[in-house]
């Protein structure tokens, strides 16, 4: 698909890697894509920790039907687990916030360190202006 025969595929992809534009192109995708997901992870974390448990409540304490509607405009991002237990009652388990917490310092440390790094690379490589390595 990408304009060459299968039997050369490999061996023309490989030729093509070994060129420093593509190589650079790469990473920079990398980096984009990498960056997103952090993005990602980090305000997922943050919804965990300090999202709004006000619908789970609602939910829950609600004296009317729930219809799939009513469900669909509920912010429920922060429940782990719902389950209706003997008796007719509902429970209802949260994400534990101080885990996501703890999770977020460690990814903001653990960035802190790449960043880090990859200055000192650049740093020891005499390229204060390059930051893709």
Do not use: H
Not at 28 to 41: A, C, K
Not at 51 to 72: H, I
């Amino acid at each position: 698909m990408a304009g060459c025969s299968r039997s050369n595929a490999l061996e023309w992809g490989m030729e093509i890697l070994k060129k420093k534009k593509y190589n650079q192109l790469i990473s920079q995708l990398r980096n984009i894509f990498s960056s997103e997901t952090r993005n990602q992870v980090m305000s997922g974390l943050e919804r965990l920790a300090f999202g709004d448990t006000r619908d789970a409540a609602l939910l829950v304490l609600s004296e009317e039907p729930v219809t799939e509607d009513m469900l669909m405009k509920l912010d429920l991002f922060n429940v782990s687990e719902l389950k209706r237990v003997k008796g007719g009652g509902v429970e209802v388990k949260f994400f534990d916030r101080q885990k996501a917490l703890e999770k977020m310092m460690e990814y903001a440390g653990s960035a802190d360190q790449r960043s880090a790094a990859k200055s000192l690379l650049n740093a020891l490589a005499g390229d204060d202006e390059k930051n893709d390595i």
